[in-house]
């Protein structure tokens, strides 16, 4: 007897018959094949006993006094559609026997019973009864997987509404990485993008992983997994490195931010590789399988759009501001004096940030500003600013107004925001008597008082059209001499060291 078999003969069988020998006679052949039989002498107690238990199938008399067979079918399929009932009916009376299959009875047999015709039906029924629950069974789970990934769609969908939302990238990226580590229930995920050039990676927002490592890994195109999903646009999900041997050699050097199992999928926008997405170490060091590969490649598409978006919105300040900047050196170049000017500013300034330890955001700002400090002028009449001496009043106001004016012109370049109080500040004295909101000391921003040293130390070591350009000696006496008046005395002292080493 199979394993099957068995299962079969487990089953639960209810019949009915107002015909003790018949009822009896049914009960003891199918006990005998092994399977679990209820009788019943009456429709109604069969009712009762359907509904208290669970039954495989139903055998039951049709002509019975009270309720009749058919009246018992129709019943027992309001209370369960798929049970397989076997009608009994009296060999002539075939009408009957069809108008209960028409009525929904699996089959029939005919009395006088015959065993082997008995015990076939049986079969068959449980057969078919098995078969309607494993249908049910795959519906239910069906339903059930459909039900939780629209749950995780829904998700996904609810995550990629906030993150269209965001302004930065950094807020973008950031975002994508924490959500993916709660959702994959994992440690360490991170986002690499791409340089300009597109041929490296770098790591611009992680979880789980020591700054050191975010700030120095860099991977080449081509290389590494990482390297490789670029040129594939692939999601992969490696179980463990040794099943990939020739990425298994090179591993070794990135071993400080790569762990196993893994998954990683590209970030891509139309024809593009933008970077990708990398998650490992998932709580209880449970691996991951196909569907959560499909989830994070899902996830990766919408943030790959909103990833997108800001590299293009970026793109797009950067092009204004090269705009600016061909702007303002227009404005100089039109004045032989002042030609490359603000290059230099940018050079002396550059050096006192760093001379002071400041963070690469700060510095890159100081820069910003140092390029753009004087696009105010495009404002004022080339008269009056080639002019720099013997100004009427009248003229000097006007002058005075290029701070606020070039703090104005930047406006545009959401990323030069905090630029516009350097530009706009640039012209203050440390002791409250300068332009033109008379600030003073710490009140003026740090920029501003760096950019104001470097732009009279620059202005004085040039050629002007009325002096020739003065000397360094002399020059470093007038910016000590101006300690707290005109300078912060904390800055001419850091820049006056910086000159004295060039010398050296
Ligand atoms: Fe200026």
Request: net charge negative; glycine share 4%.
């Amino acid at each position: 007897m199979t394993n099957e078999d068995q299962g079969l003969n487990r089953s639960r069988i209810l019949v009915v018959d107002d015909e003790l020998t018949i009822r009896k006679s049914i009960q003891k052949r199918l006990e005998k094949e092994g399977y679990e039989v209820t009788s019943a002498d009456n429709a109604k107690d069969a009712l009762q006993l359907f509904q208290e238990n669970s039954f495989d199938t139903v055998i039951s008399d049709i002509r019975m006094e009270e309720m009749d067979g058919l009246e018992l079918l129709k019943r027992l399929q309001d209370q369960r559609r798929d049970i397989p009932v076997i009608m009994v009916t009296g060999a002539p009376s075939l009408d009957t026997a069809q108008e209960s299959i028409k009525a929904g009875a699996y089959d029939y047999i005919t009395k006088p019973i015959e065993r082997e015709i008995l015990i076939n039906t049986v079969k068959r029924a449980l057969e078919k009864k098995r078969l309607n629950d494993q249908i049910k069974e795959y519906q239910r789970s069906l339903e059930l997987k459909v039900r939780e990934q629209t749950k995780t769609i829904f998700s996904i969908y609810k995550f990629a509404n906030q993150l269209n939302s965001m302004d930065s990238l950094e807020d973008v990226v950031n975002s994508v990485v924490n959500f993916v580590s709660d959702f994959m229930f994992s440690k360490r995920v991170s986002i690499m993008l791409l340089d300009e050039k597109g041929e490296y990676l770098s790591i611009k927002g992680a979880i789980g992983l020591e700054e050191e490592i975010v700030r120095k890994t860099k991977i080449r195109r081509g290389e590494a997994i990482a390297g490789k999903i670029l040129e594939t646009g692939k999601a992969i999900r490696v179980d463990d490195i040794s099943s990939m041997k020739a990425e298994s050699d090179r591993y070794s050097q990135y071993r400080s931010f790569m762990s196993f199992p893994l998954m990683q999928a590209p970030l891509k926008a139309t024809n593009l590789s933008l970077g990708i997405i990398n998650v490992t170490n998932r709580f209880g060091d449970q691996p991951y399988v196909e569907e959560d590969l499909e989830n994070l490649d899902f996830i990766a598409d919408t943030a790959s759009v909103a990833i997108n978006n800001q590299l293009k919105s970026i793109e797009i300040e950067r092009s204004y501001f090269r705009t600016m900047k061909a702007l303002a050196r227009a404005v100089e170049e039109k004045d032989r004096y002042t030609r490359g000017h603000s290059e230099r500013v940018k050079t002396y300034a550059v050096e006192m940030a760093s001379h002071l330890g400041l963070p690469s955001e700060i510095t890159s700002t100081i820069e910003y500003a140092c390029v753009l400090h004087d696009i105010g002028k495009i404002g004022i009449p080339d008269a009056i600013i080639h002019k720099d001496r013997d100004l009427t009043d009248e003229e000097y106001t006007q002058i005075k107004e290029h701070p606020a004016k070039g703090e104005n012109i930047i406006r545009v370049i959401p990323f030069l925001e905090p630029a516009q109080p350097i530009i706009r500040h640039h012209h203050e004295r440390f002791d409250g008597t300068g332009y033109p909101d008379g600030l003073r000391g710490k009140e003026i921003e740090l920029g501003a008082r760096i950019i104001a040293i470097a732009d009279t130390y620059d202005a004085m070591t040039t050629e002007r059209p009325y002096r020739g350009p003065l000397p360094k000696d002399h020059v470093i006496a007038v910016l000590k001499e101006q300690k707290g008046k005109q300078f912060d005395p904390e800055l001419v002292d850091i820049f006056v060291r910086y000159l004295l080493e060039q010398e050296d």
